[in-house]
């Protein structure tokens, strides 16, 4: 059973005490497919309702400058929280970003919720889709992922259209999250005898209205299978996390060696945009020379921020949150809001500079 909720740095709260606004309140409906209509415009809450009809709606993002209120009681820890936080650059179209490793422990997952809830905290459009059968990335932003879930299985599986299992995630008003159930374990080997089956997920995603997103951040398992294939596929950017040690090495050339498989067959738009340092440990001479080995290779695409092993990091999923609000004075929180203020400065790969 998770914890009770718990906001800030606050205590946390009773598991079973009754929460305002409950997540599936904040749901498109799962149990059809066709159910859930994702439209851009109003800035209204995640889900509104007519006629029997759950309709997710995307809030509108907010512009560059633009003073951002929600969401600013809950960074009051963070350095120079008192100052009013305003909106980062958005890229000129929606980017989606692969974030990949075979190597597992090396804070895919965490990399994923925390830069989609900084990118979403500053004014865009995040989705996460949890491609992970593990179904981590879904825990921590709190989406139901139970057996029996609509879930991204049968987007890959059932063709069925991604938009209707999209849900909004509670306390982050324009961040959504794809779940992933233990369904996607077996998907791999359902897989195998499909036409096309490398591009299930990219077959979705094109017929799903990008406009709507600013980002689309997967999230994929330890591997470098079929799930991985198809997130590959569908992505113009991989973004690679590297904890600071030596095993994390061994391995990202064949990492690297599929990225390029895919980008020669499948994907000629495929590019390694982002490097991400992570599980930073500055006390020991290694983390310092793999950093610096990281960078020496490969130049511009690691990013200037590095993410500190941080206890905060690892305690916010089991209270149903990411590090941004679980904590975020944390170290680990500001890292990872500067990593995410990095990204959004850039632009992804054959974009126009954001703006």
């Given at each position: 059973?998770?914890p009770?909720?718990?906001?800030?740095?606050?205590?946390?709260?009773?598991a079973?005490?009754?929460?305002?606004g409950?997540k599936?309140e904040?749901?498109?409906?799962?149990?059809?497919?066709g159910?859930?209509d994702?439209t851009?415009?109003?800035?209204?809450?995640?889900?509104?309702?007519?006629?029997g009809r759950?309709?997710?709606?995307?809030?509108?993002?907010?512009?560059?400058?633009?003073?951002?209120?929600?969401?600013q009681?809950a960074?009051k820890?963070?350095a120079g929280?008192?100052?009013p936080e305003?909106?980062?650059?958005?890229?000129g179209s929606c980017r989606?970003?692969?974030?990949?490793?075979?190597?597992?422990g090396?804070?895919?997952?965490?990399?994923a919720?925390?830069?989609?809830?900084a990118?979403a905290?500053?004014?865009?459009?995040v989705?996460?889709?949890?491609?992970?059968?593990?179904?981590?990335?879904s825990?921590?932003?709190d989406?139901?992922h139970?057996?029996?879930?609509?879930s991204i299985?049968?987007?890959?599986?059932d063709?069925?259209?991604?938009?209707?299992?999209i849900?909004?995630?509670?306390?982050?008003p324009?961040?959504?999250?794809?779940?992933?159930?233990?369904?996607?374990a077996?998907a791999?080997i359902?897989?195998?005898?499909m036409?096309?089956?490398?591009?299930?997920?990219s077959?979705?995603l094109?017929?799903y209205d990008?406009s709507?997103l600013?980002?689309?951040?997967?999230?994929?398992?330890p591997s470098?299978?079929?799930?991985?294939?198809?997130?590959?596929?569908?992505?113009?950017?991989?973004?690679?996390?590297?904890?600071?040690?030596?095993?994390?090495?061994?391995?990202?050339?064949?990492?690297?060696?599929?990225?390029?498989l895919?980008?020669?067959?499948?994907?000629?738009d495929?590019a390694?945009?982002?490097?991400?340092?992570?599980?930073?440990?500055?006390?020991t001479?290694?983390?310092?020379?793999?950093?610096d080995?990281?960078?020496?290779?490969?130049?511009?695409v690691?990013?200037e921020?590095?993410i500190?092993?941080?206890?905060r990091v690892?305690?916010a999923?089991?209270?149903?949150?990411?590090?941004?609000?679980?904590?975020p004075?944390s170290?680990?929180?500001?890292?990872y809001?500067?990593?995410?203020?990095?990204?959004?400065?850039?632009?992804g790969?054959?974009?126009?500079?954001?703006?």
């Amino acid at each position: 059973m998770r914890p009770g909720r718990r906001t800030g740095a606050g205590t946390a709260a009773p598991a079973d005490e009754p929460q305002a606004g409950g997540k599936h309140e904040n749901q498109a409906g799962t149990g059809d497919s066709g159910t859930g209509d994702l439209t851009s415009g109003g800035a209204g809450a995640g889900v509104a309702t007519g006629g029997g009809r759950h309709e997710l709606v995307v809030p509108a993002a907010r512009r560059p400058d633009e003073e951002i209120g929600a969401g600013q009681e809950a960074r009051k820890a963070t350095a120079g929280a008192n100052r009013p936080e305003r909106a980062w650059p958005r890229p000129g179209s929606c980017r989606v970003i692969t974030i990949a490793n075979q190597k597992g422990g090396v804070g895919k997952t965490t990399t994923a919720v925390n830069l989609a809830a900084a990118l979403a905290q500053h004014g865009s459009r995040v989705l996460v889709i949890d491609l992970d059968p593990q179904g981590n990335a879904s825990t921590a932003l709190d989406v139901e992922h139970r057996v029996g879930t609509t879930s991204i299985y049968h987007v890959l599986v059932d063709d069925q259209p991604l938009v209707g299992i999209i849900h909004a995630v509670e306390d982050i008003p324009l961040l959504y999250c794809a779940p992933a159930t233990i369904d996607l374990a077996g998907a791999e080997i359902e897989l195998v005898p499909m036409v096309a089956r490398e591009g299930r997920l990219s077959r979705a995603l094109r017929a799903y209205d990008e406009s709507q997103l600013d980002y689309i951040l997967i999230d994929c398992p330890p591997s470098l299978g079929l799930l991985t294939v198809n997130a590959l596929v569908a992505a113009a950017e991989v973004l690679i996390p590297i904890q600071c040690e030596y095993y994390a090495l061994e391995g990202l050339e064949q990492l690297l060696r599929t990225v390029d498989l895919v980008k020669s067959h499948l994907n000629p738009d495929l590019a390694v945009s982002t490097i991400l340092l992570t599980m930073f440990d500055g006390r020991t001479r290694l983390a310092t020379q793999v950093a610096d080995e990281v960078r020496e290779h490969f130049g511009e695409v690691v990013l200037e921020s590095i993410i500190p092993r941080n206890v905060r990091v690892s305690e916010a999923p089991s209270y149903g949150q990411s590090v941004m609000t679980y904590d975020p004075g944390s170290s680990g929180a500001v890292a990872y809001l500067e990593a995410a203020r990095e990204m959004a400065h850039r632009s992804g790969p054959g974009q126009p500079a954001a703006g």
